[in-house]
């Protein structure tokens, strides 16, 4: 967990032309306890991704401003670091960064493997062993190092080539120093000019070399008094354009080199004392016209270069004069970052924009948390004026003495002896007006005194206490006050008296309490009040409700705030539902619109809100403060990271001037500068740390497109993320999506790793970007995947499949087909072996009928032959007939109907000429059934069959009839059954049935009762 801790400065004067005061600087102190490896840091870098490397003597840190990546030396690794403890680091122009070590030797950080490559040292023969805090300096474009240490000198090596140059330093001054660990042969930093000169920060003082020519230059300085150390060993170098260098001194101050003159200026900030004074370590550019330095025996310090003035927070409460600040640089964020000897400090400017300052009272009514209600400036006196609530009256500041004075105000005592101060305005006539709870004041600003206005009249129907709560001023300069009782009065200034209360109603609605009062931009006033909205065109006119339902609906939930902007537009502060506004342009039709979270605002949790010159939207929200643009629709929120209070509850916006605009919160003001506050919002850089496979974990480079190809088996993965930003991190958002798998992006706020399981085959892309606390996103990290699909799924294998699954389907199919063939065969076979045997079983009935028949009809011939000649020839003749249709269709299965009918009809006369009375037979055959089908001598089988199982006489006749009925034709017959039937084999109707099987889908029906015995053959 992080520890936080500030220093705040209260100087009562300042040198002019600094940019920035100390006092405005707070720190945060990074150590252990926050995540480094030590507190004992060796040297600071941040490389070309954006990360601030931390070199301790217990390990190198990678931090991101949230977290640190740790490495250390593991013996089982040829990988890990190659020491653990004192190393130096440096950035070489193509971003690599390069670490050495005290104990000598190069490592390599290799970004895409998060591990490091080794480099032996030079076989050179190193002056002192084992601290000789050996460095790099500077690495040309051929690639080769130039390093030093102490008493080393200037050394080249070419490492791929395994070439090393060295240089020992000429002209060396030898002085009284007493810092035994400092060598005047040692090359603290390399500059490389345009023209490839080298130019050496030494502790012998600056050098140029020519790398061509192999040649120093020394430039001289004139030491102005003998001092016990060398005062021109230099440790930084920072080009001035063309002109020239700054250079900072160990022991000195800051140096400036004229080029063209080849002369040096020396400024101090201590010109008194000699010796182990004025240490300037490091120094690093804040501004054109500032340097931030490090200095050892002054801490933190501004150094003006146009003024050559030094700016230190020598009387600020916890500072450390003598912390040794070794090294401080600066983030893109311009964050400053600042190794001292114990642990880390990190100095945010953004946290300056809002600079909240207490208000010192000289007594309180409530603890240091007295309510500042208004501020207003009187810059032609050089006096800033405080109305505030729980104080001791309306406090006076003068800007030059910072002296504060209070001028007490009356209370009424049968409330309570709180001075509340709720009112401070500027009439157009140059007055000023003080409210206060229970009385209203005009201030004397030339006399520093209040006037005290009479107690305002009484109306002689309304008794009540006056409990003033606010003021407001209309475009004609008339001031108007409203009482916590929701009275809206009037107040002449001229004529020194409040004017009978405003009540707005109309016949059917009236606001008895009215909560918010404001003049909009065609000068009508609104009043808000129990829930209704109400506003009047001119003071002669009535008010007019509004009356919109959803517009209304909006007002049932507390409204915390409500302002009016200069181009027609009312704001209202809804408590839990975000920021309403309200276009009153048009009088006819309003319209609205509401803001809510999380895309149009962080929250809807507004407590209050203001509106600056601009047209800006002020509002305190439980996240911070939101400032939001209504033109662009857009906002930034600002939390205790940019020096918001964190007050924000009773937090009040106010207008301070046309560029300023002020905050307060109990015992705090702060005066917002809007151009500081337009600036362009850092936007971090978002990065891919590593990618978890199973408990394997693979480093990722997010600056390099490599594709991360995965086994099948590996479709279960984690990504871990983060964003470089020196800033508090805890306000950021992330979101990530995996292109491909995911729909959408996915939302996961401050989380920093994403888990994916069971994604299928295939090539993905792994994307992250984070928003800052202004929601603004970043650029985003991407990361390319290709899972290996299983043999199973690939497509090659699924068509193999396919086809060999379509070729088991296609043979089974054949099978079947072969199988349903031969079947259909032997059951063809069958049918058709049953069909003959059924057709020479139907042979066999027609052969077993013939006979039958033949003797009957013969019998009764010869009868007939006796009887009536005549006759009997006419039986012959029809006999005749009979034998040539069964002759003619012997062979046939089926013939029409009309032949069969005419064939029976014919049988049937011969049968009536044997039976006479006895045989009736009828016909009732439609014409459109005649070219229907049915097998020969079926009918005639049937009426041998009635005749042959019934017993015929004159008393006893047998009816047969022949009709149509369903597509059948039926065969009925009344039944008077023989007890005997010699002739019957009782097999001809079965083998009737059968044969229609073979002839028709429909079956033949048998149907026998008491009284008749039908058949029902179906027509084909």
């Known amino acids: 967990m992080r520890i936080y801790f500030m220093f705040i400065l209260t100087l009562l004067y300042y040198t002019p032309g600094f940019a920035q005061k100390l006092e405005d600087i707070r720190f945060e102190t990074i150590d252990e306890k926050s995540g480094l490896s030590n507190n004992w840091i060796t040297h600071l870098a941040i490389d070309s991704s954006g990360y601030l490397w931390v070199a301790t003597q217990d390990g190198l840190n990678r931090f991101d401003g949230f977290t640190f990546k740790t490495f250390k030396h593991d013996k089982n690794n040829p990988n890990s670091l190659l020491h653990n403890n004192g190393q130096e680091l440096y950035v070489a122009p193509n971003g690599d960064l390069w670490i050495s070590y005290h104990e000598g030797g190069f490592s390599r950080y290799q970004k895409d493997l998060q591990n490091f490559k080794h480099y032996d040292i030079p076989n050179f023969k190193l002056k002192y062993q084992p601290d000789i805090e050996f460095a790099i300096r500077y690495m040309d474009g051929d690639g080769s190092i130039w390093y030093s240490g102490s008493g ?33 042969n040692t090359v603290n930093y390399i500059y490389s000019a345009s023209d490839n000169q080298l130019w050496l920060c030494t502790e012998n003082g600056l050098y140029g070399f020519n790398p061509k020519t192999k040649s120093f230059s020394l430039k001289t300085y004139e030491v102005k008094h003998q001092s016990m150390v060398q005062e021109y060993n230099f440790s930084k170098l920072i080009p001035d354009g063309n002109k020239g260098f700054w250079l900072s001194a160990y022991v000195g101050g800051i140096y400036y080199f004229d080029l063209k003159n080849e002369t040096f200026s020396n400024y101090k900030f201590d010109s008194i004392h000699t010796g182990f004074y004025n240490l300037v370590f490091d ?37 450390r004069p003598y912390a040794f600040l070794e090294q401080v640089i600066q983030t893109s964020n311009h964050e400053l970052l600042i190794a001292d000897e114990t642990s880390l400090l990190k ?35 050089n006096e800033i004026y405080f109305a505030t609530e729980f104080g001791n009256g309306l406090n006076i500041l003068n800007t030059l003495t910072q002296k504060l004075t209070a001028l007490p105000v009356a209370v009424d005592k049968s409330k309570d002896t709180k001075m509340i101060l709720n009112g401070l305005l500027k009439d157009t006539m140059g007055k000023y007006w003080l409210l206060c709870r229970d009385f209203i004041y005009e201030f004397d600003w030339k006399h520093k005194k209040l006037i005290q206005i009479p107690q305002p009249f009484k109306h002689p129907e309304i008794n009540e206490r006056y409990n003033f709560k606010s003021f407001l001023q209309n475009y004609k300069g008339e001031i108007f006050s409203l009482t916590r009782e929701g009275n809206l009065y009037p107040f002449s200034t001229s004529e020194r008296k409040f004017i009978e209360k405003i009540s707005a109603f109309d016949r059917q609605h009236r606001i008895r309490k009215i909560d918010f009062a404001v003049f909009d931009a065609t000068h009508r006033l609104w009043v808000l009040g129990e829930k209704k909205l109400a506003y009047r065109n001119d003071p002669k006119s009535a008010f007019k409700f509004v009356s919109d339902s959803i517009l209304l609906q909006y007002l049932h939930s507390p409204v915390k705030a409500m302002v009016s902007d200069s181009i027609g537009n009312i704001w209202m502060a809804i408590e839990h539902q975000g920021l309403l506004k309200l276009n009153i342009n048009n009088s006819q039709v309003f319209s609205y619109h509401l803001f809510t979270s999380p895309v149009e605002l962080p929250n809807t949790r507004i407590n209050n809100m203001g509106i600056d010159p601009q047209g800006h939207i002020w509002m305190s929200t439980i996240n911070g403060i939101v400032w939001f643009n209504p033109s662009t629709r857009k906002y930034k929120l600002f939390n205790q990271l940019a020096g918001v209070d964190k007050y924000i509850f009773g937090m009040r916006f106010m207008i301070a001037g046309p560029h300023s605009f002020y905050i307060t919160t109990p015992g705090k003001y702060c005066k917002v500068d809007f151009n500081q506050l337009n600036q362009a919002s850092y936007i971090p850089k978002v990065y891919i740390d590593k990618m978890n496979i199973g408990k394997k974990e693979v480093p990722v480079t997010s600056d390099k497109q490599t594709t991360f190809t995965l086994k099948p088996n590996e479709n279960y993965f984690s990504f871990d993320f983060g964003c470089i930003d020196f800033s508090d991190q805890s306000y950021h958002h992330f979101a990530y999506q995996l292109l491909g798998w995911d729909k959408t992006w996915q939302d996961c706020g401050t989380r920093r790793y994403a888990n994916y399981t069971n994604v299928s085959g295939g090539d993905y892309v792994f994307m992250v970007k984070v928003a800052n606390t202004e929601g603004q996103w970043s650029d985003v990290a991407k990361l390319n995947i290709y899972i290996q699909t299983p043999f199973y799924k690939t497509w090659w294998f699924k068509l193999l499949l396919a086809a060999l699954v379509s070729l088991i389907l296609f043979s089974l199919y054949q099978y079947r087909i072969n199988q349903q063939r031969q079947m259909f065969d032997l059951k063809s076979r069958a049918q058709l072996l049953e069909k003959e045997k059924t057709m020479v079983m139907y042979e066999s009935l027609k052969q077993q009928l013939n006979p039958h028949f033949l003797f009957n009809s ?13 006759l009997a020839g006419e039986f012959l003749e029809q006999m005749s007939d009979i034998y040539r249709y069964i002759l003619k269709h012997d062979d046939r299965e089926t013939v029409l109907l009309r032949d069969e009918i005419e064939f029976a009809k014919l049988y049937v006369r011969l049968q009536q000429t044997r039976f ?11 014409e459109e059934y005649e070219d229907t089908k049915i097998a020969p001598v079926t009918i005639q089988n049937m009426i041998e069959n009635a005749l042959k199982h019934n017993i015929i006489g004159e008393h006893l006749p047998l009816r047969i009839e022949i009709y149509i009925e369903d597509d059948y034709i039926v065969v009925k017959n009344n039944l008077q059954k023989k007890n005997k039937v010699e002739t019957s084999n009782k097999k001809g109707l079965p083998q009737f049935v059968n044969l229609y099987k073979f002839l028709s889908d429909r079956p033949v029906l048998i149907d026998e009762s008491n009284t008749h015995f039908i058949v029902r053959i179906p027509l084909i």
């Open 152 to 184: 080393l000198g200037l050394n080249h090596y070419n490492y791929e080539k395994d070439q090393h140059l060295h240089y020992d330093l000429p002209d060396i001054i030898q002085t009284n120093n007493i810092d035994a660990n400092n060598d005047p």
């Open 283 to 319: 120094m690093t550019e804040k501004s054109p016209e500032e340097f931030w330095i490090a200095a050892g025996d002054k801490g933190l310090g501004i150094f003006n270069k146009t003024l050559g003035q030094f700016q230190f927070p020598e009387n600020a409460p916890n500072h």
């Open 858 to 870: 013969l019998t009764s011939l010869s009868g007939l032959i006796e009887t009536d000649p005549s």
């Open 347 to 381: 100095y945010s400017p953004s946290a300056a924009r809002f600079n909240f300052r207490y208000l010192p009272l000289s007594h309180s009514q409530h603890g240091n948390l007295h309510v500042i209600r208004k501020i207003l400036e009187h810059p032609e006196v």
């Open 916 to 926: 006479t009375k006895g045989l009736y037979v009828e016909f009732d055959i439609p």
